[in-house]
């Protein structure tokens, strides 16, 4: 059985949040490091050796770097990919499930993760809301340590988030969208560095009343993933897999308008930029904004600040994208976008 968050999003809109809740408790692995061929006994990634760069062994030519797991074809990121549509005629009250997890992902061809996990995937499920709706968050901690779920934007205070929430309990967040724009979600739970990098994170997009205009819409959500417990990320990915829009380009039509709702999660960096070879797009940052604040081919980001940024591919071809930060780019964080 597989489930991925498009299955996640129907189901609980059919209330079947409890029997979800009971497969995960099933399924949940015992917390143990995690190892892969090549990698040492806790998934480490290959250290430093002679005159070599550190990423000698896991380095080509791009296009040949981090490949991600076998198992996964072109759409298997789908559901992190594409956000779910603007629905302005919504019921304003909504009722969603969350719940944390501990277990292994596959990041890479070679490294599994034991991640914690939000719904079970690293980022977790894309929320979608429209400015004025009012979200009731029901989250369960189905782990074995405290984890709770800390909303940015605006909220009441009293349920923020940060309060920690024991393994098996539950609490309910209400978000009010009062303000549009582009909002990361995650564990706040102490030591939260920790418990961000292994994966409690997340991104919601709360569009303004009357929306954007049409597009073709991507989220991507830069993830860093520390194997080793020094603080510092060994493998970057996009929407949590290392290595795979470099294998699979992001597909858009020539000349139509793209928006990507751009979130940096990567932990263990002071910053991270996204760039865009042979093109230039708009910038709003933090999504808060109908007007760009620049037109530009870089921007960057704080963890956990963001931006929406768009622009039209002029002519058919590859366009590559990655963070500037390039040890990141050569550590997974590596795409393209195909103008077809
Ligand atoms: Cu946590």
Not at 57 to 75: F, K, R, S, T, W
Not at 104 to 125: C, D, R, S
Not at 170 to 195: D, K, Q, R
Not at 264 to 287: E, I, Y
């Amino acid at each position: 059985m597989t489930l991925d968050r498009r299955d996640w999003l129907r189901l609980t809109a059919v209330g079947a949040g409890g029997a979800l809740a009971g497969w995960f408790a099933a399924r949940r692995p015992p917390n143990t490091p995690v190892s892969a061929p090549g990698y040492g006994p806790a998934g480490l990634m290959p250290v430093r050796s002679g005159g070599g760069s550190a990423n000698a062994h896991i380095m080509g030519p791009y296009g040949l770097g981090v490949e991600p797991p076998a198992n996964l074809g072109p759409n298997a990121l789908d559901a992190a990919l594409h956000p779910p549509p603007f629905e302005p005629g919504r019921p304003r009250l909504r009722n969603l499930d969350l719940w944390a997890s501990e277990q292994p992902i596959a990041l890479t061809k070679e490294v599994t993760f034991q991640a914690w996990t939000y719904n079970g995937t690293v980022p977790g499920p894309i929320i979608r809301a429209t400015e004025g709706d009012e979200l009731r968050i029901h989250f369960r901690n189905l782990g074995s340590r405290p984890h709770n779920l800390h909303f940015h934007g605006s909220h009441d205070p009293a349920p923020d988030g940060w309060q920690p929430v024991p393994a098996g309990g539950e609490a309910t967040y209400p978000i009010s969208t009062e303000s549009f724009g582009l909002y990361p979600y995650h564990c706040h739970t102490p030591p939260a560095n920790e418990h961000i990098s292994r994966g409690l994170y997340g991104a919601m997009i709360i569009d303004p009343a009357k929306g954007r205009p049409p597009a073709r819409e991507v989220v991507l959500v830069l993830c860093g993933f520390d194997l080793d417990g020094d603080g510092k990320s060994e493998v970057y990915g996009w929407n949590g897999v290392g290595g795979f829009f470099d294998r699979y380009p992001i597909k858009v039509p020539v000349g139509d308008l793209v928006r990507v709702y751009l979130v940096n999660m990567a932990w263990g960096d002071p910053m991270a930029s996204f760039h865009l070879h042979a093109h230039t797009f708009d910038v709003f940052r933090s999504g808060t904004t109908l007007t760009p604040q620049e037109r530009t081919d870089v921007v960057t980001l704080a963890p956990t600040e963001r931006a929406i940024l768009e622009f039209r591919l002029p002519t058919r071809g590859r366009y590559m994208f990655h963070p500037h930060q390039t040890h990141m780019a050569e550590r997974g964080a590596m795409g393209w976008f195909a103008a077809v």
